[in-house]
């Protein structure tokens, strides 16, 4: 097993009405900017909610941060809190909203001229603003993590940020919330905290055993649950095991003492950053051809996650395969293409512009292997295609 240090401040408040505890769990006399997206909150009960429980306290609301949140709408937020004197942040929503968080954050408190240098030039944030989160939609375990993915459309990059400031002080997570859950989010939550616990796993065996059984746990919970979370959203514990399997396949645990990947994301990335497809939905089409190119070196993981996952019996050779396909399957089942020209964009050169990308950015050996390079995301790519 790997040497590792475990650090995770986060106060998770998990369970029905957690958030009458939000009085409680912000300083007093607090100057609180509450960051939202596109207004959901509005329509199902959580803003009435937070802001009931924040009577106390003087608010001030900025709205409209995207899925995949927009530095240029972020920078109009980084004004406020300056401009206003806010001492204190509250992201109300899920990953992308607590992601543009995390980086006001940092941003809030960064001493340079140019806050996109945080991300390019990979600045770790060693202290930042506070901040608590409300969580709505279950997917990335950014409420319980210290990352961040932002996006820059006018410059085409999607890039991540972290360190121990971006962790949040507290977060609210109650299951009640995936009730209003549309389907289409509830699917990308399931493949999105699927994927992140792949990274983390899908590698090769080592002797880290108690690390591969929690994975397999999430792993297996996210499969059980998934038929019954679309068709009935607000069973309560459903929804519960929804939420906490998203928090822990992101949380830092399952990651400690092991080798890990993360080249399905870089990848998927580019895909976002080229076409505005959902985060997970870019990880579903990058996965399964990343897994076929890289067999031979994941061959032993994926049998051992064939037998235990997905009770598959036969050789390692045979059993690996259709470990791969039954995966694909399972994303296709939630309705969740796996191909990039199901999505209805232009892949003309995609191949070449995501490679050249991830060389510009220096990412020329990815994989728990580092063996990943430019060229091979192109072929990646081009199976994926």
């Known amino acids: 097993m790997i040497n590792f240090n475990l650090y995770n401040p986060v106060n998770l408040c998990f369970g029905k009405d957690a958030h009458e505890q939000l009085p409680t769990l912000i300083p007093q006399g607090a100057k609180i900017l509450m960051t939202y997206g596109g207004g959901s909150i509005k329509q199902n009960g959580v803003y009435d909610n937070v802001r009931g429980a924040l009577q106390e306290f003087e608010v001030v609301e900025f709205g409209g941060i995207e899925a995949n949140p927009e530095y240029d709408t972020l920078l109009k937020a980084l004004d406020i809190i300056k401009s206003q004197n806010i001492t204190f942040l509250l992201a109300v929503g899920g990953g992308s909203v607590i992601d543009g968080t995390k980086f006001l954050a940092s941003a809030a408190l960064y001493e340079g001229n140019e806050p996109w240098d945080i991300l390019a030039k990979g600045i770790r944030t060693e202290v930042g603003m506070p901040f608590g989160t409300v969580l709505t939609l279950p997917a990335t375990g950014s409420e319980m993590n210290s990352g ?5 459309r006018s410059i085409g990059q999607k890039r991540g940020m972290g360190g121990p400031g971006l962790f949040p002080q507290f977060s609210i997570s109650d299951p009640t919330v995936v009730a209003s859950i549309p389907h289409r989010q509830l699917a990308n939550g399931l493949v999105d905290a699927f994927t992140h616990v792949m990274e983390q796993y899908m590698t090769y065996p080592t002797s880290a055993t108690l690390q591969d ?7 297996s919970t996210l499969m059980e649950i998934a038929e019954p979370l679309l068709k009935d959203p607000s069973d309560y514990d459903t929804a519960a095991n929804f939420m906490w399997s ?7 645990l399952i990651q400690k003492g092991v080798p890990t990947d993360w080249s399905i994301h870089a990848v998927g990335h580019e895909l976002t950053a080229a076409y505005n497809i ?3 939905r870019t990880l579903a089409i990058v996965l399964p051809s990343m897994y076929r190119y890289k067999f031979e070196q994941k061959q032993a993981k994926l049998a051992q996650y064939g037998r235990r996952v997905l009770g598959l019996d036969g050789s390692d050779f045979d ?3 259709e470990a791969i396909d ?20 232009d892949t003309t050169g995609i191949e070449k512009r995501a490679a050249k990308q991830l060389d510009n950015y220096g990412w020329v050996s990815l994989g728990e292997h580092k063996d990943i390079t430019p060229a091979d995301v192109e072929k990646i790519l081009a199976m994926a295609i």
């Open 213 to 219: 059984r929690i994975s397999e746990g999430i792993l």
């Open 326 to 345: 039954r995966t694909e399957a399972f994303f296709n089942s939630l309705g969740i293409n796996t191909k990039l020209s199901q999505y209805g964009v």
């Open 148 to 152: 961040a993915v932002i996006s820059r």
């Open 319 to 321: 059993v690996a395969h």
């Open 246 to 252: 998203c928090n822990m396949a992101l949380n830092g």
């Open 278 to 280: 959902d985060h997970a």
